[in-house]
Structure formats: C-alpha cells, structure tokens
C-alpha cells in the first residue's frame, strides 16, 4: 500500500476514524445478552467522536509491512480503541479525575449515571480482548501473541501502573525522568502496543523490525503526552472541552510545569526526530508512520 505525505495525513486519518467506527459499532450490535441502557452506555463512550491516534497506528504500521489489510488489523484497531475509550470512562469518574466533560460533551457517568459508567467501561475492557480472541483469521499462534501485548500495556506493566503513579503523585514534586517514566506507562504502553498490533496483524514477527517500530512508538508516546501537557496550557477550554490546565488545577506534575514551556516543545521535538530516525531501516514505507509522528507535536487539540 502506498505511504502517505504529510498534506494526505488528514484523509487517511479521517479513513481511519471511520473504519474503525464501522467495525466497533458492529461489534457492540451484537451484544444480545447485555441490557438496553448498558449498550447505549458503551456506544455513548465509543462512537461519539475522538481522534482515534491509536486505531491509526495500527493501520499504519500494518501498512508498513503489508500491501493489503488483512482482517486481523481492523480486530487490533477495535480493540485498542476499546481498551482507550474504557480508560477514558474510568478516568472521568469521581474517584479519579471527576470530570464533567468529555470531547465537548457530558462524560458517561454524567450522562447515564456512575454505577453504569463503571460497568460500561468493564465491558469494553473485556470486548477487546475478546474480538482478538475470537477472531480466526490470523493464527492462533499470533492471536496468543496479540492478547500478550494488549494485556501487558493495558495493565500491571503499562496502563494501569502508570495510572497509578499518576494518582499516587498529586501533590508532590517528581523528576524528569520519574515523570516519563509514568506517562511512558500511563500512555505511551497502548500507543507502542497500537503500533506493534498492526505489525503482528500484518504477519510481521521478525525482531529487528519490531524493536525499531516499538523505539518509534516509545518516542511518539512520550511526545504525544508532552504536547498534551502544552496544549493544556495554550488552548482555549472550548477546544479541549474540559477545564483549561486541568492537571496545573489539581496540582500534577507535568512537562511544561517541570520544563517550562519552551523546554517542553523542544522536549516534544526531539522525541518526534528520535521516533523518525528510528525508522529509518524500514525505508519509503514507513511514511505514514513519519507523518503521524510529526502531526503529534503539530495539533492543536
């Protein structure tokens, strides 16, 4: 499949965002066991808007390494997607960061209520790993495989650990390096796990390649929180549909406040040039990747 420029990026994201749109409303049409109100929660939570950065990376990175889609790939874009969104309700709720707005529009338990948010968010969680595991056809070898890189970054050595460090660090002063060393579990282990389910998906198992696309993915992870940590700053409450500074108001360590916000954007930077030299092995074909990479320190939402 061809690469991408830069100026093409935003089709093949919008191509990516309703791709994976189709294929997760799919799978939550057929829940038939699950009641009315509880599927609409997690429809609520899934279908109503978001950048999907991490269904992307897994159809670019497949894209790198095979000329046609096979249907294991659009199963690991669904399922990272799930495994986000999931977090996202979780992260909302009162016991975490009590938030009343989500991409512009009442977060779940808001909407529905807490007890349905929480529930809501199990489900997904669980879905992701299930369409992996039922889908037959990738090998049951690579499916094994699959579901071990999905379960390490969502969990105890990723997603949930840094999650914990995050809570664990309102209110106190943490370094650099402790820093990255929280968001490289909090975000950036499903966006490394994004790009390593699109190669698996595509039958690529040869190390070497995936050590340089897991380097990749480490630095655009990190760069993606920093420029989260800018535009927390910068941009107008509109635009991030939650309070401006909202880790500045609870008093979270971030990039800009340990950097300062020159420091963070060169920070952001030079982890964008690190993640595109890490590619370099893999030639003309990992350009969507390169443009991904550079869209990241480049949004503005």
């Known amino acids: 499949m061809s690469q991408l420029s830069q100026t093409d990026l935003p089709g093949f994201l919008q191509d990516c965002q309703q791709r994976c749109a189709e294929h997760m409303a799919s799978y939550l049409n057929r829940l038939p066991d699950m009641p009315m109100r509880l599927t609409e929660a ?6 109503l808007g978001g950048k999907r950065i991490r269904p992307a990376l897994v159809y670019a ?7 046609t889609r096979a ?10 997607e799930f495994i986000h969104c999931y977090s996202l309700v979780h992260d909302d709720l009162p016991a975490m960061d009590n938030d009343d707005l989500r991409r512009g529009k009442p977060t779940l338990h ?19 790993f299930q369409v992996i595991g039922e889908n037959e056809q990738i090998t049951a070898a690579l499916r094994l495989r699959m579901l071990t890189v999905l379960a390490q970054s969502a969990g105890c050595q ?16 943490l370094s650099v390096n402790e820093l990255e060393t929280m968001h490289r579990l909090k975000t950036g282990a499903l966006i490394s796990a994004s790009v390593e389910l699109g190669a698996l998906s595509a039958g690529c198992t040869e190390p070497r390649t995936l050590a340089s696309l897991r380097h990749y993915a480490r630095c655009i992870g990190l760069a993606f929180q920093v420029q989260d940590d800018i ?6 409450t509109a635009t991030l549909g939650k309070t401006q500074g909202a880790d500045h108001a609870r008093n979270k360590p971030t990039y800009v406040s340990l950097l300062g916000l020159d420091g963070a954007r060169s920070k952001a930077d030079a982890l964008v040039t690190e993640a595109i030299s890490a590619l370099s092995a893999m030639g003309n ?8 990479a550079r869209y990241i320190t480049s949004r503005q939402h």
């Not at 990175?61 to 000329?67: E, G, N």
């Not at 249907?71 to 990272?80: K, L, M, Q, R």
């Not at 074909?285 to 991904?292: D, F, P, S």
Request: glycine share 12%.
């Open 231 to 236: 535009l927390d700053v910068t941009s107008d």
């Open 110 to 128: 808001r909407a529905f209520d807490e007890a349905t948010a929480i529930l809501a968010g199990d489900a997904l969680q669980a879905l992701a």
């Open 285 to 292: 074909r990992a350009g969507t990747l390169e443009a991904i």
């Open 61 to 67: 990175s497949a894209d790198a390494l095979s000329d």
């Open 71 to 80: 249907g294991g790939t659009d199963v690991a874009a669904c399922a990272v």
């Open 42 to 47: 997690m429809r609520y939570s899934t279908l």
């Open 158 to 173: 990723g997603m949930i650990a840094g999650q914990g460090i995050d809570l664990a660090a309102v209110g106190k002063s």
